[in-house]
């Protein structure tokens, strides 16, 4: 069987043979694939947002998969005195873009220490072109994986970050469930915007020790929201910290200022809340951004 499902899609799948798994999982790149069928990876003026302070960025080498060495994008706070709490930020569909790179910066700006990683080391320019990424990246599960695990490892130790959360959008949003369940006692916080959710089992999440906040769209056909109630129930039967919403109308991606589908008061809403659940889990106590040294 291969792995992707095993972990992030257990999410689809639980205990199924590998004819099943195999067609799940190419079920769920054909519905990604329906939902991004109009939208352009370019950028727009959605994502022009400057962020509340200066940030500094540059190209980092994180990890070695497979012989190849793969970069991501890091940024972080220009006027910065003492460690920060982290991110490891997921890219959708598309692949680590300008779109990925802004919402990095964003997020820096916040004061946090953001790492955007790289799973498919191509960025899709059409959307033939991001789901045969998306769907080497799903079908070579081990170096994911170990691309995750490397992310992890980066940033803990290269950054020397105090806390470390996740956020990803589409399979963005599913990698960050994903990086929860590799690390469910170190990971501090997890965000997932319209990520696969369907078919997660009790036994899977029953590790997870962080709180999950997840953003989806009620109009969204290709992560449904019966899906995303079950999800949310099974984390509340186990006691777990949980925050889900539901944009009613909201389709796919409405997060994306790139596709035809972005909403932008639900999009605002959410990444208000994305803030605040980031700031609470991953600062001190007190909810508040450390102090400089």
């Not at 939902?35 to 200066?54: C, E, F, I, L, R």
């Not at 960050?176 to 915007?193: E, R, T």
């Not at 389709?251 to 639900?266: D, E, I, L, R, V």
């Not at 659940?277 to 106590?285: A, E, K, Q, Y």
Request: charged share 15%; aromatic share 10%; proline share 5%.
């Amino acid at each position: 069987m291969k792995y992707l499902w095993a972990l992030t899609t257990a999410l689809l799948l639980g205990a199924c043979s590998q004819q099943n798994s195999d067609a799940t999982q190419d079920a769920y790149v054909a519905d990604m694939a329906a939902q991004h069928a109009d939208d352009s990876p370019q950028p727009s003026p959605a994502t022009a947002v400057a962020p509340m302070m200066a940030v500094q960025s540059q190209q980092v080498v994180y990890a070695t998969v497979d012989g190849r060495e793969v970069s991501g994008y890091l940024a972080w706070p220009a006027e910065t005195h003492g460690a920060l709490p982290g991110v490891l930020m997921f890219h959708e569909w598309w692949g680590l873009n300008d779109n990925i790179r802004a919402m990095a910066d964003q997020l820096a700006g916040q004061g946090y220490v953001v790492l955007a990683v790289d799973l498919y080391g191509e960025v899709g320019q059409t959307p033939e072109a991001a789901r045969g990424y998306m769907q080497a990246a799903l079908d070579n599960w081990s170096a994911t994986e170990s691309n995750i695990r490397q992310a992890y490892k980066f940033l803990e130790e290269q950054t020397a970050a105090i806390s470390i959360g996740t956020l990803g959008w589409c399979f963005g949003g599913s990698m960050s469930l994903q990086a929860a369940l590799l690390f469910p006692d170190k990971i501090d916080a997890a965000v997932i915007y319209y990520g696969h959710v369907g078919g997660t089992s009790a036994e899977q999440l029953a590790p997870l020790q962080m709180p999950i906040l997840g953003l989806f769209g009620g109009a969204d056909q290709g992560i449904p929201v019966t899906d995303v109630r079950r999800f949310e129930q099974t984390l509340r039967d186990l006691g777990k910290t949980v925050e889900i919403h539901v944009y009613e109308g909201a389709g796919h991606a409405f997060a994306n200022p790139s596709g035809q589908n972005y909403q932008a008061a639900a999009a605002q809403d959410a990444w208000a809340r994305t803030l605040t659940f980031l700031n609470r889990h991953l600062n001190p106590v007190d909810g508040t951004l450390p102090p400089a040294e």
